[in-house]
């Protein structure tokens, strides 16, 4: 037995690059698009180009009667097939029937009507321009705002008043927070509707084999057992005959996080013609049907004595659903109530979200997911609270924060946050940033006439998600830990990561547990006749929940492994250790991790109670959310002649538990925060009054560019989170959530000296010439 | 996001290409905006030529003075050419704006300025360089100032069966400063306004002054009213801006997303300031 054991340096905390990469950056990661089967069909759909419209008649001869052309559906052969799911459930939610393909009426610009099925794909593209549909146009309405006033047209006209739901939240008592009030401040403020716009567009191959009553999806998805759970519901399959995969996902966002009308329809063509089919969305459906983000406007009280102290914040929440109901369209913004305290220690709030019907694509979780909108909120108006009262943002943030003893802590809203030390992460970006000194250049810059702003937002956010109970369909995690006879070691996770790493940072945590080089890992994910089932990748939880799930896994391994290594140096089971790779006996004899694995399948030396193999599959059920938090400051200078803002410096102090590969961290926090000063700065979905999309192209959608970023100085607290094992807290919506505001509370300050008090998104260059223009008229006047 | 079908041809020389042309095809070159209108089945052509591969178009050279610009010379070729670097920057400088690098690849500067789009770069700097656009078709070749090839938006003076076979700009001497300033579009990256600038000074006064627009109405100019405010005046910052506050003037503004009339029309003439600025700057 081997008795040389050297000690191997620890994976998880490294920048090690990605494994992922070296496929997807040679061209050779496989897509939806990339599977091809035999006498695979494609199809094509035909979309509403209105935003309401009654559908009199269609007639599809046209289409059916060109060569090449194998199929045409229509909604009158859909009925069959379950309508769209949507999971989320609140007290008296309307739900409207949103069939695979529309019936009578179509409810906005990209609806799907129908399907044509050709031998390829150009062909499937011209038999939809032969559809000859007689619409009957009707009166759209997609501002939420008026789709609430008395007399707008009605969505559903089975629900005239446009509104799908009223929650209320209250926490404390706000009415006695006004009554004690010394100060109230109110503002509306606007979080526009963004179209999530992932690099690798929706697509879907469906492939039923009749002889087995067995189908497989490809899809690209970030929740592939949920989704085969819900499409073999729609489809009346076994759940255990389909198989979904999700192959390489080329982004989500939160957009995957659904299951849409083409992944059954897909499934009931291939049914039909027993064939497979593939459909893959053009960039223009993108933007027209797949979920878009935000679409809030929010009306938010503020009240606070004149020292600074918040006593409570009250929201009215217009919530622009869109026409339909998606998987969770109706809870994100019951995610934003949630989080309306931020980081503050007030013990009251008021909120109503009102859900309303527009004639536009359903929204539904994006990036952050109902979490920007609240700290925008939040931090917006603790900055306008800091300026009625001439407070620094920074001293009321200090003075409201709450205490780093009062962990873990119950918050106005009913959450309880698991660890913290606001003030530190605040001072520590303070510093970095020279405060003071920006102080000192910003009063020299005003008064040379130039407009410079410093903006500070210090968010918190949710991730993690989360415990079963508070999720609409679980919100544990699996994982299963495979080792080989030869010591190789598979990693099943239950998580569909698309762009996280998780291949890379599982791949840190097993080899570290087990000892075993990182090269000796595979992460397997995504195909649900490979991976126990799971959940999926949202809310930043891959790490938090997934990889929990894993270090227990991983610590069965240890313990079947310790066990096999005893009997085979023939010590008791408490006499050995099991480190760098070896099992190690107090007498120095040690066996390798290999060699365990290779007799534990060879089956020869059994420990007492035990069994072959090494294979261990754990759940994980999280007690509690996990609650990152930090401190992003922006320094901003508005050109005053052209409204063009330039970000001087970008800083984000983030504290999201322990860190296992900095390297994917930077990544998140570099992605996430170019998302959120999309936002910030130009990304608006604007449909016009008659429900065309006008925004619908990358003509005029502006998502940033490289070229468009400021460099991001990143620095990190850390306070693990006592909720999990691996002490993590989440990162991949930390970006999105802490820049909004930032940017925004940085160009108001810029425009402060001329009055400014808030500016909604985005905050064109167009828009600040505007209001630099009427504020100076105003000073001309007075 | 498919093209209906088309028939492609590509032609191994121009003749031949001017022959299947004046049967009505279309040209392609490097499609950077044709092909994306074909794909949402905006235009549709039956039939499309190929001219992007003709090396009877593909030149840069220096002819008696003047610069020669091959039609299907890329924007890539022009913003990195030594030669119009050194001896016509404008042109090179203002290639260096147009789209991002891989439309810098593909796209040319016979498509760009044959498409005539009214927010597209070249245009402004071929109005200030007083280039020349020489049309050819199997009838022969005819050669057009840029005040009477651009006509009116996507509209030129090209007939049927004619294509732009060259680009002709000046040497400009040493002493002349000239400089294109952009204000993008953040998604499409076009121009909201783009100001060309060229100008000479002596004495302290300006002797040539040149100055084109783009982005600002439905056709890009040359914007005459601004450069005989200046020619013969002061070299100041004061004259720069009075004239510069000229160049909207009797345009009809274009108001769209991402910029109202009133805000084009202003950015018409702090752009044209920064740009008279900077050329300044950079004459002798």
Known sequence: ?782 | MIANSFEYSAPGSLKEALALLAEGAKPLAGGMSLIPMMKLRLANPEHLVDIGRLPELNYIREENGELHIGAGVTHFEVESSPLLLGKCPLIAETAAHIGDIQVRNRGTIGGSVAHADPSADYPAALHALDAKIVLVSGEGTRTLSTEEFFLDTFTTALEPGEIVSEVIVPVDAGLTGTSYQKFLQPASGFAIVGAAARVRQEGGKFTLVRVGMTGLSGNAYRARNVEDALVGKEVTDANIQAAAALVADGQDASSDLHATAEYRAHLAGAYTARALRAALARSA
């Open chain 1, 1 to 782: 037995m081997s008795t040389t054991v050297t000690k191997l340096e620890k994976l998880v905390g490294k920048r090690i690059k990605r494994k992922e990469d070296p496929r997807l950056i040679t061209g050779t990661a496989t897509y939806v698009e990339d599977v091809k089967l035999p006498d695979m069909y494609h199809a094509a759909i035909l979309r509403s180009p209105h935003g309401a419209a009654n559908i009199k008649s269609i007639d599809i001869s046209k289409a059916q009667a060109l060569p090449g052309v194998v199929a045409v559906y229509t909604g009158a052969d859909i009925l069959g097939v379950g309508s769209v799911v949507c999971a989320a459930d609140l007290p008296g939610l309307r739900r409207p029937v949103h069939h695979i393909l529309a019936q009578d009426r179509t409810y906005f610009v990209g609806h799907a009507v129908a399907v044509v099925v050709a031998k390829d794909r150009y062909i499937a593209a011209d038999g939809v321009d032969l559809i000859e549909v007689d619409w009957e146009p009707t009166q759209a309405v997609t501002d939420p705002e008026k789709a609430l006033a008395a007399g707008a047209p009605a969505v559903h006209p089975e629900w005239p008043d446009n509104t799908a739901f009223v929650h209320n939240q209250e926490g404390g008592d706000m009415a006695q927070a006004f009554a004690d009030a010394e100060v109230v401040v109110r503002q509306r403020i606007v979080s526009q509707r963004l179209i999530p716009n992932a690099m690798e567009t929706r697509g879907v191959v469906a492939d039923w084999k009749q002889a087995d009553k067995s189908m497989t999806i490809w899809t690209s998805t970030q929740i592939p057992h949920l989704a085969r759970s819900i499409l073999a519901g729609q489809l009346g399959l076994d759940e255990n005959r389909v198989r979904l995969i999700a192959p390489e996902v080329g982004g989500g966002f939160g957009s995957k996080l659904n299951v849409y009308p083409e992944e059954a329809l897909m499934g009931f063509v291939s049914m039909k013609l027993h064939k497979p089919v593939k459909w893959i969305e053009s960039r223009r459906e993108n933007f027209q049907t797949t979920i878009h983000g935000r679409g809030h406007v929010d009306y938010l009280e503020i009240a606070a004595m004149r020292d600074g102290t918040i006593l409570g914040l009250k929201l009215k929440l217009i919530q622009d659903l869109g026409s339909y109901l998606q998987l969770l369209t109706p809870a994100i913004p019951t995610l934003s109530v949630l989080m309306m305290p931020g980081l503050y220690k007030f013990r009251n709030i008021s909120a109503q979200v009102i859900g309303v019907f527009t004639n536009a694509v359903p929204t539904d979780a994006y990036r952050g997911a109902g979490r920007p909108e609240a700290t925008h909120g939040i931090e917006r108006m603790v900055d306008m609270l800091a300026a009625e009262l001439g407070m620094d943002p920074v001293e009321i943030r200090l003075k409201n924060f709450a205490g780093k003893d009062d962990f873990p802590f119950l918050t106005a809203a009913g959450l309880t946050y698991d660890s913290g030390d606001y003030a530190a992460t605040l001072d520590k970006a303070l510093e970095m940033i020279d405060y003071k000194g920006l102080r000192a250049q910003q009063a020299q810059a005003r008064a040379e006439g130039r407009l410079m702003g410093i903006g500070i937002s210090t968010y918190g956010e949710l991730c993690g998600f989360g415990p079963s109970p508070a999720t609409p369909a679980g919100g544990w995690e699996s994982a299963t830990v495979k080792v080989e006879p030869s010591g190789k070691v598979t990693v099943m996770t239950g998580c569909s990561p698309h762009g996280q790493g998780q291949e890379t940072a599982f791949a840190q945590i097993a080899a570290d547990e087990l000892g075993v080089p990182m090269d000796d890992v595979i992460v397997l994910h995504g195909d649900t006749s490979i991976v126990q089932y799971g959940i999926g990748t949202f809310g930043s939880r891959n790490t938090a929940v997934g990889g929990a799930a894993l270090h227990y896994a991983l610590q069965d391994i240890r313990d079947k492994a310790k066990r096999f290594g005893a009997k085979m140096l023939g010590v008791e089971d408490g006499d050995v250790v099991l480190a760098d790779g070896h099992c190690t006996a107090s007498n120095g004899t040690s066996v390798t991790f290999q060699q365990i694995a290779a007799a534990a399948y060879r089956g020869i030396v059994i420990p007492t109670g035990s069994e072959p193999g090494l294979v261990a599959t754990r759940f994980w059920e999280p007690s509690n959310f996990a609650y990152p938090y930090g401190a992003h400051i922006i320094v901003s200078e508005v050109d005053a002649e052209t409204g063009q803002i330039e970000i001087k410096r970008y800083l984000a102090v983030d504290d999201i538990g322990n860190i296992i590969n900095p390297l994917l961290v930077d990544g998140q926090l570099h992605g996430g925060v170019a998302q959120g000063l999309g936002q910030a700065l130009w990304e608006h979905g604007i449909y016009d009054d008659n429900g065309q999309l006008v925004s619908g192209t990358f003509m005029d959608y502006a998502m940033p560019r490289a070229r468009m970023m400021p460099w991001v100085e990143s620095a990190h607290t850390v306070t693990p989170s006592p909720v999990n094992p691996l002490g993590a807290k989440g990162v991949g919506e930390a970006g999105t959530i802490g820049s909004t505001p930032a940017m925004v509370n940085s160009v108001v300050d810029a425009l402060a000296p001329l009055g400014v008090r808030h500016i909604d998104m985005p905050m064109t260059a167009g828009k600040i010439w505007k209001l630099i223009q009427d504020s100076s008229i105003q000073e001309k006047k007075a």
